[in-house]
């Protein structure tokens, strides 16, 4: 799943099919390299607006949960910027911050405590990917030698 503030939309600065085309040319990559993302979540609102789906605030998480019926305690989500990491803190998931885009601010210095506690760091989203493909071998190799 992918949630994304979008506040381009609401100021006009871009129309909906210029966002659905690069959400398309998105999927399209990621299909060439054996991925896919089930679903887009965004908000078209701005700061000024106050609206309850605008990361940091919580609201397109819990779409999330509620779409696919699904508890998002404990659920990895990652991001480059605190919004991000904020946002799916508040319902649960597991932050993790990669250190490209905006989190590249934060390289090579202790994270500010406003950052969501037990916040992982990773270099980039690749680093973030082996975190996730290791952590979920971990308990299947247990598993197999018990």
């Given amino acids: 799943m992918v949630a994304s ?12 099919s210029a966002l659905n ?6 999927h399209k990559l ?18 000024e607006d106050g609206c309850h789906c605008r990361k940091p605030s919580p609201g397109l998480f819990e779409q999330i949960g509620e779409r696919f019926g699904v508890e998002l305690h404990g659920v ?31 390289m090579g210095r202790p994270l500010p405590d406003e950052f969501p506690a037990g916040t992982r760091v990773h270099a980039d989203l690749a680093a973030f990917a082996a975190y996730l493909i290791e952590k979920s071998a971990v308990p299947k190799a247990a598993s197999a030698a018990g």
């Fill in 30 to 47: 990621l299909s060439a390299v054996g991925g896919r993302i089930d679903a887009i979540f965004y908000c078209p609102h701005g700061r």
């Fill in 21 to 26: 085309a690069i959400q398309a040319k998105m």
């Fill in 76 to 106: 990895p989500t990652v991001g480059d910027r605190l919004e991000d990491l904020l946002a799916g803190a508040a319902v649960g998931c597991e932050p993790h911050l990669v250190l490209t885009g905006r989190g590249a601010a934060y």
């Fill in 5 to 16: 503030n979008q506040s381009g939309l609401g100021r006009g600065l871009y129309e909906i």
